[in-house]
């Protein structure tokens, strides 16, 4: 049984600090590494893809990957009020179908 | 460009009841995936479709079926529905290729009575 694994959380930040979402996830074959953020009541938001080891980022998020540990983050730096959501971490194979760990909810404080 | 998109958006039934959900595709993706995600979880994988064929199905039992039109749009169907099927189900559009990500629509929210 492919897993993904999320600290549940809640995680709780001040505004303007850096919060940082961890994964694992047990298919070694695993390819594409996706992080998703979910508003309540709403669908998830794609924000950041992961293909190969290192880091990756995008305006105020990094991703980074290591595939040797099976690890997936995802920091947030200089957080907002806005970034208080639930952030999914997501992992495809060859076979393209997600694989979703149960989602660790971020409060940002004001 | 349009984006996902999925009617309705909320649906009342009742036990043993038949259910219809549709999804129209992000404009240019081929392939089209249905999760359910329950309350407090993450989506779980119920099946894909690419050009009108199923190409991958998660853990469901086979009274949760699907089709896809040579539009690209999807149905997804669920007959005798159970109490447990209440979720928000979710539909997610991509491109058949490695690496790509999927997009999702605003979703379904299903209850069953």
């Known amino acids: 049984q492919k897993e993904v694994e999320q600290n549940s959380g809640p995680l709780s930040v001040p505004e303007g600090a850096i919060a940082s979402l961890n994964c694992t996830y047990s298919?070694?074959?695993?390819?594409?590494f996706f992080w998703y953020r979910q508003y309540s009541g709403k669908s998830p938001e794609l924000i950041m893809s992961i293909y190969s080891n290192g880091d990756k980022e995008d305006g105020r998020f990094t991703a980074q990957l290591n595939k040797a540990s099976q690890y997936v983050s995802l920091l947030i730096r200089d957080s907002q009020p806005s970034d208080s959501a639930t952030y999914l971490c997501a992992v495809s194979g060859s076979a393209r179908q997600l694989t979703f760990g149960s989602g660790t909810q971020l409060t940002v404080l004001p | 460009e349009t984006g996902v998109t999925q009617s309705p958006t909320h649906l009342i039934k009742t036990r043993g009841q038949q259910v219809t959900l549709r999804c129209s595709s992000q404009s240019g993706h081929n392939t089209v995936s249905w999760y359910q995600q329950a309350l407090g979880q993450g989506p779980q994988f119920i099946f894909q479709?690419?050009?009108?064929?199923?190409?991958g199905r998660g853990n469901f039992p086979p009274r949760f079926s699907g089709l896809q039109f040579p539009n690209y749009s999807s149905e997804l169907n669920v007959n005798a529905l159970e109490l447990d099927d209440s979720a928000l189900y979710l539909c997610?559009?991509?491109?058949?290729?490695?690496?790509?990500?999927?997009?999702f629509g605003d979703g379904t929210r299903l209850s069953i009575l």
């Open positions: 479709y690419y050009r009108e064929e199923e190409n």
């Open positions: 298919d070694r074959g695993s390819q594409s």
């Open positions: 997610a559009s991509s491109l058949d290729r490695a690496n790509q990500p999927q997009h």
